[in-house]
C-alpha cells in the first residue's frame, strides 16, 4: 500500500538561508571562525551534558548506583570542559 504522506524537501545550507547571522569582530575573519567553532564546542558539550543527566536520572529511578555515579561523571565532565572553553573566550575578550 502506497503512503499518501508527502515530504517537503528541506533546502541545503547555504550562506543565503543560515538562520544564525555572521560573527563580526575587529580581530578578523580567521578569529572569528575560531570564536565560532569555540561556541560550537561549548552547545556540543553542553548538549552532552543535557544527555549524561538525562541518562544518569534515570539510572537514579531504577536504582542503578553504578550507573548513576558514571553518567554523573560524564555529565561533570562535559559541563567542566564546556566552562574552560567560556573562560578561555572571556578571557580573549578582555
Known amino acids: 500500500m502506497a503512503s499518501s504522506i508527502k515530504v517537503k524537501a528541506q533546502p541545503a545550507p547555504s550562506p543565503a538561508n543560515d538562520p544564525l547571522p555572521p560573527f563580526y ?19 556540543e558539550q553542553l548538549h552532552k551534558a543535557v544527555c549524561e543527566a538525562n541518562l544518569a536520572w534515570g539510572c537514579a529511578e531504577i536504582g542503578n548506583d553504578h550507573g548513576l555515579k558514571y553518567h554523573v561523571q560524564r555529565m561533570a565532565a562535559h559541563a567542566r570542559q ?11 575578550a578582555t
Open 25 to 43: 569582530s575587529a580581530r578578523g575573519a580567521v578569529a572569528d571562525d575560531l570564536i565560532a567553532q569555540r561556541r560550537e564546542f561549548i552547545a
Open 82 to 92: 564546556a566552562v574552560d572553553v567560556t573562560n578561555a573566550l572571556d578571557r580573549e
